[in-house]
């Protein structure tokens, strides 16, 4: 009996993983705004971007943010939105993707301009990831990788 090649499947599997954890990567980004209106005219703003919600991967101080809007990216298969902040220095995007819901993005960004708007409000604090889907996506990926290699490995012993 011919024994089936191991090294196509297993490289197959470490696709498969590698996919998974650049998903992971990418989509598993939280960020979160984080206003302070230290002088009616001044407002101070940080956006902290932590990998699934915990970990620190990026932090920048923004200074004088003037607004918020959502920008869409369409192609054939449809639209994805993220939440732009407009400074002084130009835009600056709240997360690094865009993702699907509008609606949710559209009430983060009026958040931020109501609070740039109400001089009585002291803080501000709005929080964006790509949800869920962002977790359950590239963990599918990084289990079922290693499964394919062991598959392979298992079949090529018992034959």
């Given amino acids: ?14 696709a498969f993983t590698a996919c998974g954890c650049l998903f992971s990567l990418i989509f598993g980004q939280a960020a979160t705004l984080t206003c302070t209106r230290v002088e009616p005219s001044q407002i101070e703003c940080v956006r902290e971007s932590k ?9 920048a101080s923004l ?12 192609d054939d298969e449809g639209c ?9 220095e ?26 740039l708007k109400d001089l009585r409000e002291s803080s501000l604090t709005v929080k964006s990831d790509a949800g869920l889907l962002a977790f359950v996506l ?10 394919i290699i062991m ?4 079949r090529a012993t018992i034959r």
């Avoid at 009996?1 to 599997?13: E, F, H, K, S, T």
């Avoid at 994805?80 to 002084?88: C, F, G, M, P, W």
């Avoid at 590239?138 to 499964?147: A, D, I, K, M, T």
């Fill in 90 to 115: 130009g835009t600056v995007p709240l997360t690094s993707y865009y993702s699907s819901g509008s609606q949710s993005k559209q009430e983060t960004a009026d958040r931020v301009n109501a609070f």
């Fill in 1 to 14: 009996m011919r024994r089936r090649p191991i090294i196509p499947a297993v490289l197959y599997g470490l």
């Fill in 80 to 88: 994805t939105y993220r939440v732009e902040l407009s400074t002084a």
């Fill in 63 to 74: 200074q004088h943010v003037q607004g918020a809007e959502v920008a869409q990216s369409c």
């Fill in 51 to 59: 990998w699934l919600g915990w970990l620190p991967v990026s932090s």
């Fill in 151 to 154: 598959w392979s490995i298992f």
């Fill in 138 to 147: 590239p963990l599918v990926f990084v289990l079922v990788g290693p499964l």
